[in-house]
């Protein structure tokens, strides 16, 4: 049983790592974009109606990214161009891109491609335990894995995560050292878009394998709430994202062992959890960059 | 109504007899979805009215309340609400209409009890409304018909629409050994897609989803709202609602030949067998007197659901509380 | 002549004013508005059809503004929210959970009340117990921040979802209306505790109004508005000064929520009558974006809140008589709402 509540957990999950690594860097170069759920909801449809119309899953991912990358964009060109605010705009990005989804993908809901297929990894897939709950999955949910060292990498080991996070701390002294800081936060927003419509495109044409209006149902502020829950951690984003897909599998696994749970508190458990753990990080030294919290004063 | 008219489901089922509506010579019809199950609903109402509507459905449950007062408020319009039940006097210009779903229900039961290979069906619910439950007990009592040792497994998803808690309750259900599913959401897709690809067999509701389901289709229940829709709209024109049987609480059903949830097509799986067997019970339920609930049927505990020689009302099936024996998983509102 | 000087430069200086404070702004709602007209005829709307949603929908409709204001009250209260903890630095992302939470303490006393006949005084503990429960709520998250340093920002985004979950349990199990076959919604609240209107005006709307009065007077004529502010705006100087930073953020959280809780509560009374989920369905996040457009004013905030409201009444004339989708109206909302935020920075920069 609790191979499947966590190989079920790894899938979820995989929905809100891709996410959730975009607004890790976004906000560590200093800016909160609440419009996770609109990039994501952009980059299902797209993703779906290229995938439906091309019957090619790689231009469907191709194009996901980049209508996540374009809601992001219109958020970035507003926040860091016209310095508006950044939790307002971000609202307006979700409203503007819901309301878009649903009218051009009210056609689409009800229509179905096929869903991702496992590919189980030779040798790996055959480890007793492990090999169930992490290398039976399909291509992207291995790409998470991928995603979670390139991040840490990105972030820690090379002079692009020096600067951004430079940014997100110090912007005075990026701009003395010869970059340009705004550039440095647009070029992160859209990266955060970018992985946004990349996790959009894996829940609509990778797990579900159809379009359904507004299907993200939250899912995008629950990014926010993860990387806040990691304290900017890349190890905590992750930890974070896989432990929520849990929660969404573990209350239908143990309800379809007809084991009797509450399903409104095992509901609000993530959130409880995030808050709880922000909590404990008052303790510990938190890595909230120094900018952000600057910005979102009104 | 409440959701897309694109959703492979409730919503659309509305929109379809709305269009065939449509073609009825002398009527028009306006139409508006997404409308949130909050007052909001009043004004929609009342911009139809403005618009010259005549006639309103008012097609979600939540709608009831507000319909109702509108009706008193505006005699000239008629407004019938689906799926509401009135205590008490009617306005002259007010009706509620509804089917009683559980009967294709549970002839969808009886096919999945048929095809089950491991005796385990599945059923993904949203939430522990009363139409659930007796959807969930039809399933399960029709699926005992065909199959003594079926048992149905529950999985709710606390939303009508969630496509990723869909596929979890699926493959939580799959991996107990379930091969058959049924569910009953605003949304089917996602349950149907992620069956499919565990070449596991579905029963579907709301929406006749074979050609989706392709090959995993068994049968299911489909709306057909046109008749009973196009019914209410000749008695309104030709004057003589008031008093009549739409003037109240109409309940459509296999005994009076008026069920709008009709029985789907059947699957190529569905053996003849199968079929003339559901067929037989369909005839059986179009009796007089006839019900899917009747007597003796037991709860999980084994307390006494509907006595022996008893045959439950409307009225009694609107307010089942309990989970008949065969069915695994306790509803949210006992288990705590 | 050098006075001519002097005034012409004057004219200069108001002209630019004038341009930047009414033109620009003008030409991006227009520009905004144009780019909701262009997506709309990609839907296959005509312009006919988004004439006469503009024409039967709002200027000849007679409930247009009745709707309005009825729709306003939650907006308001929940942008009220939000205006009073910025003005001591807080940033209140919560007000949509401390709406629900206000909406079911007020429920759970009014449908406790039964038909005892209380009346007025009846619905003045509703709506206390609704303001309370919202402000407790709200205060929560105060106290995270000042004793754990967990940023209320997060905080109370989170609260909303617990908040929706508290409602949904209640909903499906204790509070379940008997009569309801089986839905998930509370019992009806008696008629005598229900606030209709009064000359055509939702009365709930006038109340809002006194309390947004009250509390502009609050915070811009009473001491504790003043401190709140210095509080804000620069707490090193206000702890010096011997202001304890955290009192203040804690009543102006409380203070933020139980406006809320009370919005909660008198939509309850006001338009729907009983409790049943989605009764918010995304008004604290509308009310949020309505308050960060209108900074910390209180008087653009209840204007920004009508507009908001006017906008989402607005999207049954755009499905009925212009035939688009229902949620096209969160296309006009953003457009409209990102011209003037990028408007208000401009401006902001220019004067």
Same mark, same amino acid.
């Given at each position: ?104 993908? $009210? ?34 949910? *291995? ?98 994202? *896989? ?18 749970? $509450?399903? *409104? ?34 | ?336 | ?46 312009? @006919? ?46 007000? @949509? ?54 940023? @209320? ?118 338009? @729907? ?79």
């Amino acid at each position: 049983m609790i191979e499947i509540i966590l190989a079920g957990g790894i899938a979820v999950g995989t929905v809100l790592l891709l996410p959730s690594f975009g607004e890790l860097v976004t906000e560590r170069a200093g800016i909160t974009n609440l419009s996770v759920e609109g990039s994501m909801l952009a980059g299902a449809l797209t993703a779906f109606i290229v995938a439906k119309t091309t019957g090619n899953y790689a231009f469907g991912f191709l194009a996901g990214a980049f209508a996540g990358m374009l809601v992001a964009a219109v958020f970035a060109s507003a926040v860091v161009f016209a310095r508006a605010n950044q939790l307002a705009t971000g609202l307006i990005c979700w409203f503007l891109s819901l309301g878009i989804t649903s009218v051009i993908g $009210n056609s689409y809901n009800g229509q179905a491609i096929h869903q991702l297929r496992q590919i189980d990894i030779p040798g790996l897939s055959s480890i007793p335990f492990f090999g169930n709950i992490f290398f039976q999955h399909d291509v992207v949910v *291995y790409f998470g894995y991928v995603a979670i060292a390139a991040t840490a990498w990105l972030l820690y080991k090379t002079k692009t995560g020096l600067i951004i996070r430079g940014t997100g701390e110090r912007r005075a002294v990026v701009d003395v050292s010869g970059h340009r800081s705004s550039l440095v936060q647009f070029a992160a927003v859209l990266a955060g878009g970018l992985l946004s419509g990349v996790g959009g495109a894996y829940l609509s044409i990778g797990q579900v394998g159809n379009w359904a209006s507004d299907m993200t149902n939250g899912y995008g502020f629950i990014v926010v709430a993860i990387v806040a829950f990691s304290g900017w951690r890349v190890s905590l984003t992750a930890l974070g994202s *896989y432990l929520f897909g849990m929660s969404i599998s573990a209350a239908s696994v143990l309800q379809a062992q007809g084991i009797a749970v $509450n399903q *409104y508190l095992l509901d609000s458990l993530p959130y409880i959890i995030t808050l709880v753990a922000l909590i404990l990080a008052s303790r510990t030294n938190s890595r909230q960059p120094e900018g952000l919290a600057d910005s979102l004063s009104m | 109504m409440t959701g897309s008219s694109h959703d492979s489901g409730y919503n659309e089922a509305v929109a379809d007899a709305a269009a065939n509506l449509k073609k009825m010579s002398g009527v028009s019809v306006i139409t508006a979805e997404q409308i949130p199950e909050t007052n909001a609903v009043t004004d929609t109402m009342q911009q139809m009215a403005d618009q010259g509507a005549t006639i309103i459905f008012a097609t979600s449950y939540g709608y009831f309340k507000y319909a109702l007062a509108f009706a008193k408020k505006h005699p000239d319009i008629t407004v019938l609400h689906q799926g509401g039940y009135q205590d008490g006097t009617f306005p002259a210009n007010f009706g509620t209409y509804w089917g009683a779903a559980y009967e294709p229900v549970a002839l969808g039961g009886m096919a999945a009890g048929k095809a089950t290979k491991t005796n385990k069906l599945g059923f993904v619910y949203a939430f522990p409304i009363a139409q659930s439950i007796a959807n969930i007990d039809a399933f399960q009592l029709g699926a005992a018909m065909t199959n003594p040792d079926a048992k149905t497994y529950l999985v709710n998803t606390s939303s009508w629409c969630d496509p990723v808690k869909q596929k979890e309750a699926v493959n939580a259900l799959s991996a107990q050994g379930v091969d058959v599913f049924s569910q009953h959401q605003d949304c089917q897709t996602t349950v149907i897609q992620t069956a499919k690809a565990k070449n596991a067999k579905v029963v579907g509701y709301h929406y006749d989803a074979s050609e989706l389901a392709g090959s995993s289709w068994l049968t299911g229940s489909a709306w057909n709202w046109t008749p009973v829709m196009k019914s209410i709209v000749t008695t309104i024109k030709q004057g003589k609602f008031k008093g009549s049987k739409y003037n109240a609480n109409w309940i459509g059903t296999f005994a009076n030949g008026d069920n709008p949830l009709e029985l789907a097509s059947f699957g190529s799986s569905v053996d003849s067998g199968t079929r003339s067997a559901i067929k037989t019970e369909q005839k059986k339920l179009s009796e007089k007197g006839a019900s899917v609930f009747t007597g003796p049927i037991y709860c999980q505990d084994g307390t006494e659901l509907v006595k022996a020689g008893e045959v439950a009302t409307y009225e009694d099936v609107n307010n089942f509380s309990c989970l008949v024996k065969g069915v695994v998983g306790t509803l949210p509102s006992t288990s705590d | 002549m050098k006075q001519g000087q002097v005034s012409t430069l004057n004219d200069k200086k108001r002209h630019t004013r004038i341009v930047a404070s009414v033109v620009i702004p003008l030409i991006s709602i227009c520009i905004a508005l144009g780019c909701f007209v262009a997506f709309a005829l990609a839907q296959g709307t005509s312009l @006919e059809g988004l004439y006469a949603a503009l024409y039967y929908g709002v200027l000849a409709n007679p409930n247009f503004l009745t709707q309005t204001m009825t729709r306003s009250v939650p907006l308001i209260c929940a942008a009220l929210a939000v205006i009073v903890p910025a003005r001591s630095g807080l940033v209140n992302v919560g007000g @949509e959970g401390q709406l629900i939470i206000g909406a079911v303490a007020g429920t759970g006393v009014a449908v406790s009340m039964g038909d005892a006949g209380v009346g007025i005084i009846g619905i003045i503990i509703v709506l206390l117990s609704g303001a309370l429960a919202g402000g407790a709520w709200g205060y929560l998250c105060a106290v995270l921040k000042t004793a754990f340093h967990a940023p @209320e920002t997060v905080s109370t985004l989170l609260a909303n979802f617990i908040a929706a979950d508290i409602m949904l349990y209640l909903l499906y199990s204790p509070w379940k209306d008997p009569d309801g076959s089986g839905q998930p919604q509370s019992k009806p609240i008696a008629a005598d505790l229900r606030i209709t209107t009064v000359a055509g005006l939702p009365i709930a709307f006038i109340i809002v109004i006194v309390i947004a009065m009250a509390v502009w007077a609050l915070l811009n004529k009473s001491r504790w508005g003043f401190a709140a502010r210095v509080v804000g705006s620069n707490p090193v100087a206000a702890f010096r000064g011997g202001l304890s930073v955290s009192r203040y953020a804690h009543s102006a959280m409380l203070l933020g929520g139980a406006l809320a809780g009370l919005g909660g509560a008198l939509n309850v009374l006001g338009a @729907e009558g009983q409790l049943r989920p989605g009764l918010t369905t995304t008004f604290g996040f509308i009310a949020f974006l309505a308050a960060f457009i209108a900074g910390t004013s209180i008087w653009k905030g209840v204007m920004y809140s009508i507009v908001a409201a006017a906008v989402l009444v607005g999207s049954n004339p755009l499905q009925l008589r212009a035939g688009l989708d229902g949620n096209a109206s969160y296309v006009l909302l953003g457009v409209t709402c990102l011209a003037i935020v990028v408007i208000s920075r401009k401006t902001g920069r220019a004067s």
